[in-house]
């Protein structure tokens, strides 16, 4: 027998952090990935620590803690809008390195807090700034990339920036185990320093992922003049066109918006409601809640780029999101079936469990980076994915409270009533996108019915 070398390559599948090395042949993503890595880790750092060092250091109580994180939270939500509403009037890749640095070095300023009330200022502010240049970078992907390549590019992201964490929250362990305000304060003056370093490959973007010149701009350039009747005229219609494109007067996109908010909570579940749910309702050990979390992370990595693959499809979009309704409803029921259980088959129904819920979490953001982009107008990139993010931000302002008062309070009952609400967002996502599948088939269609006789009459006049 003779060896098939070739054949042997074709066969084997490139691993995670092999397909995410291929990728960084594109100097678009590869200035991203190389950011996010640096950001992200910085940002491990200082999420790991950041509780127990207002806790511990600062003296806040428990309840001002919450408050403070919650003020960072909401803070998001305006700013998620505004960095993309900014990103399409003027330079994405300035801007979102303008607003990652001055977010960096907000969070050396949090070694210094000393009050409730500054902690409050810096958390809201630094949020605030965080949102902007996340928002701002979705709108340098949009323009940066087209079709399938956005959803991919969003799936490398994602994978990096878990890694990049799991890696922070690491080096954040060294702090946590010296344990003196010392060691607190340098360190989180370390995370901040990085988060701004992280910005500097963002100046390596091409100007091709910054926003078309602005409408009077574009006149100009156009006109060469901007004293005419007709170049006035010619301005408010650009305008008009520019304030109808607003994803504010896009019904189906500000649907689409909501249904992934709702599901968007699942986070709340796993960050807030499955601990919450370990320690007061099963035998479960506290460790528990480590393990989940590390087993998230394995699964996000192993297979987000995978599962994102083909999700610029409408239909494919939508069955991923229906697919992932289905996990997470099956999931929250599995995790309300681990209490009073022994130990062993507690944690076994829990893994079970944070299994459905992480193909979940994965399927839903492939599906929704899809539509997201899909469904929204080129011209206002921006403003559309600011939409989209906004939406998010609320979402994580509203879960904590959610899965409190449902599945913490109620138990099974509240734990189905999630599930039916996760069933019934991914239900809305799905019949969003097949519509829309449909309706773009259909176009596609008319087209083809026009141009062919178009392409007859042309051809005719050719041999005629």
Known sequence: MTSDPVGTQRMRRPGPIARIVGALDDPVLRALVTATTVARIGRGVFLSITVLYFIRVVGLNGAQAAIVLAAASGSSIVASFLGGWLADRWS???????????????????????????????????????????SSRSAVIARGFTGENRVHARAVL??????????????????????????????IVLAGVVCALGAIPLLRLPSSVDADARVAETIRTETGSVNTAATAAAERELRRDWRARSPWRDPRYLLLTLFSAMFGMQFGVAEVGVPLWITHATTAPDATVSVLLISNTVL??????????????????????????????????????????PVAAAVSVLL???????????????????????????????????????????????????????????????WAILAAVFLGSAVGIAVIAFRAAREQQREEVQVRDEEGPRDEERSRATRG
């Open 158 to 187: 994602r994978t990096v920036t878990n890694l990049s964490i799991a890696a922070g929250s690491g080096i954040a362990a060294v702090a946590l185990a010296i344990g003196t305000p010392v060691a607190y304060r340098v360190v």
């Open 352 to 414: 079970l469990a944070l299994v459905a819920h992480t193909f979940a979490e994965i399927l839903s953001q492939a599906g929704g980076w899809g539509l997201s982009f899909e469904l929204a107008d080129p011209v206002r990139a921006g403003a559309y994915q600011g939409v989209f993010g906004m939406t998010f931000s609320i979402a994580s302002l509203v879960a904590p409270l959610l899965v409190n008062a449902t599945a913490i309070a109620l138990g099974f009952a509240g």
């Open 92 to 134: 994405a890749r300035r801007l979102s390195f303008t607003f990652e640095t001055a977010a960096g070095l907000l969070l050396v300023a949090y070694a210094f807090v000393d009050t409730f009330a500054a902690a409050i200022v810096l958390a809201v502010s630094s949020g605030f700034l965080d949102a902007l240049a996340q």
């Open 300 to 341: 996000v990595v192993l297979f987000q780029v995978r599962l994102s693959r083909n999700t610029h499809d409408l239909r494919v979009a939508g069955r991923v999101s229906l697919i992932a309704g289905v996990l997470m409803a099956g999931a929250c029921l599995v995790y309300a079936a681990a209490a009073g259980l």
